[in-house]
Each structure stands twice: as structure tokens, then as C-alpha cells.
């Protein structure tokens, strides 16, 4: 019911923004996210090159992109350090840790969509489909900005589905890495030097049932496959 809600309001015009999206004007990063997410951007880049990248898994781009690219949330620093063959857009939610994320994320040239489950979904998502149809990819934790942790939720297949892309799942692994331990989704960062392995799956095409998208996404990302992380 929810993934049809997601999808009509996709694809049709829709009302004007709801009062929740006008305020979200205000919630643009301050000038200390601003400059904290300049400051970690840089550390970020430094650190990413220090890592040494595997890739496992068919390879997507030998297919006709765009694509949606599908992890858990937690996993992703890992993933940063995936090659790029396409623009990229990543949705983040108005919270004050969406928008040091937003920070971060723009300048390590990611376009940005804001919006949650619970504030400008609807919008963030438009915003997302948009960017599919002129060629980016887009990025999508599945488990939602608020959990549970590994459960996946609608939205990602909802934004494949009306721009009619295929979903890919990634799932990074550290031989070595910060494990945040009171971060609800256990946010993990490898370390310098650190052996991060990147496991792709074959692309889910949008038209399958919800329970094959969903099936065919945690065989990748489903912890049994792996935590994320072998922190030392």
C-alpha cells in the first residue's frame, strides 16, 4: 500500500508542497556544516586513497545505466570508494545530520535531494526520479532513515520503478575499520590502509514482484553475507 502511495504520487503532478517542505528552506547547512563538511570532505578524500579496493561481482555499468544503487545503512563509507562512470544523486532527510551529510556529500560531488519518510519524502523523491531520467544514478540506503536496521523499505524501488532503471546492491567490507557502537545503524568507517572489499549484484530489473526486489537486494546486503566490517 505504501509502495503505491510512493509511486502515484511519483508519477502524477501532485499538490503544491505541503507547510513541512516550504520550512525546508531553513534547513539548508549552516555555515559551521558548511564549513565541518569541507573540512571532512578532505580527510575523506585523503583517506580513500589510502584504501586498498576490490571489486567483486558482475560488473553494472556494462549495462545501459542509469542505475539505483541499494546498501544498508552503516555500510557506506566503504562504498565511497566505488568507481563513478555517471553523475550521482543521493537523497538525505532535513535532519541536522542530513544536513552535514549534505555538507559532505556536495563536495565530494554528489548531487543532493532533500527529504525523509518523515518530512518532504514525497518531494525528496521526485526529486531523485528527476535526476534518473537525465542520466544520473541515484543512491539509496533501503533500511530507511530510521530503521529497523536491515529491513528494506519502499522508497528506492518506487524511484526505480517510475523512472524504470534497475536496482543494484552494494555492500562494502573492511579488513579494518571505526565501528561508531552507539550509532543506531553502527556506522563503520575502514581505516587508513585498510582492504575494503566491494560486493556488487547482478541488477534487479523494477517490473519483478516486491518480494524477488527484495529477495535479490539482501542476498547482497543481508548481514549473514557479511557485517559490513571486521573491525580491529
Same mark, same amino acid.
Given at each position: 500500500?505504501?509502495?503505491?502511495?510512493?509511486?502515484?504520487?511519483?508519477?502524477?503532478?501532485?499538490?503544491?508542497?505541503?507547510?513541512?517542505? &516550504? &520550512?525546508?528552506?531553513?534547513?539548508?547547512?549552516?555555515?559551521?556544516?558548511?564549513?565541518?563538511?569541507?573540512?571532512?570532505?578532505?580527510?575523506?578524500?585523503?583517506?580513500?586513497?589510502?584504501?586498498?579496493?576490490?571489486?567483486?561481482?558482475?560488473?553494472?555499468? =556494462?549495462?545501459?545505466?542509469?542505475?539505483?544503487?541499494?546498501?544498508?545503512?552503516?555500510?557506506?563509507?566503504?562504498?565511497?570508494?566505488?568507481?563513478?562512470?555517471?553523475?550521482?544523486?543521493?537523497?538525505?532527510?532535513?535532519?541536522?545530520?542530513?544536513?552535514?551529510?549534505?555538507?559532505?556529500?556536495?563536495?565530494?560531488?554528489?548531487?543532493?535531494?532533500?527529504?525523509?519518510?518523515?518530512?518532504?519524502?514525497?518531494?525528496?523523491?521526485?526529486?531523485?526520479?528527476?535526476?534518473?531520467?537525465?542520466?544520473?544514478?541515484?543512491?539509496?540506503?533501503?533500511?530507511?532513515?530510521?530503521?529497523?536496521?536491515?529491513?528494506?523499505?519502499?522508497?528506492?524501488?518506487?524511484?526505480?520503478?517510475?523512472?524504470?532503471?534497475?536496482?543494484?546492491?552494494?555492500?562494502?567490507?573492511?579488513?579494518?575499520?571505526?565501528?561508531?557502537?552507539? =550509532?543506531?545503524?553502527?556506522?563503520?568507517?575502514?581505516?587508513?590502509?585498510?582492504?575494503?572489499?566491494?560486493?556488487?549484484?547482478?541488477?534487479?530489473?523494477?517490473?519483478?514482484?516486491?518480494?524477488?526486489?527484495?529477495?535479490?537486494?539482501?542476498?547482497?546486503?543481508?548481514?549473514?553475507?557479511?557485517?559490513? =566490517?571486521?573491525?580491529?
Amino acid at each position: 500500500m505504501l509502495q503505491r502511495r510512493l509511486s502515484h504520487r511519483l508519477s502524477g503532478p501532485g499538490p503544491k508542497a505541503s507547510a513541512p517542505f &516550504r &520550512r525546508s528552506v531553513s534547513c539548508a547547512p549552516t555555515l559551521s556544516q558548511r564549513i565541518l563538511g569541507a573540512v571532512s570532505s578532505v580527510i575523506l578524500r585523503l583517506l580513500i586513497r589510502t584504501w586498498r579496493v576490490s571489486l567483486h561481482g558482475p560488473e553494472p555499468n =556494462a549495462q545501459p545505466g542509469p542505475f539505483v544503487f541499494c546498501f544498508w545503512h552503516g555500510g557506506q563509507a566503504g562504498l565511497l570508494a566505488h568507481p563513478r562512470v555517471r553523475p550521482a544523486v543521493v537523497m538525505t532527510s532535513y535532519s541536522r545530520d542530513g544536513a552535514l551529510q549534505s555538507a559532505i556529500l556536495s563536495r565530494l560531488g554528489f548531487s543532493i535531494a532533500r527529504g525523509s519518510s518523515s518530512r518532504g519524502g514525497a518531494a525528496g523523491l521526485k526529486a531523485v526520479v528527476k535526476k534518473l531520467r537525465d542520466g544520473h544514478d541515484a543512491l539509496f540506503a533501503v533500511d530507511g532513515p530510521r530503521g529497523p536496521l536491515h529491513v528494506v523499505k519502499p522508497g528506492a524501488v518506487a524511484a526505480a520503478r517510475t523512472a524504470q532503471v534497475s536496482l543494484v546492491p552494494l555492500r562494502a567490507e573492511a579488513s579494518r575499520a571505526w565501528v561508531f557502537s552507539r =550509532a543506531w545503524d553502527r556506522y563503520t568507517l575502514p581505516k587508513p590502509f585498510a582492504r575494503v572489499d566491494i560486493y556488487r549484484g547482478e541488477p534487479v530489473s523494477p517490473d519483478e514482484d516486491d518480494a524477488r526486489i527484495f529477495t535479490s537486494l539482501r542476498s547482497v546486503l543481508s548481514p549473514s553475507a557479511g557485517t559490513g =566490517a571486521r573491525p580491529t
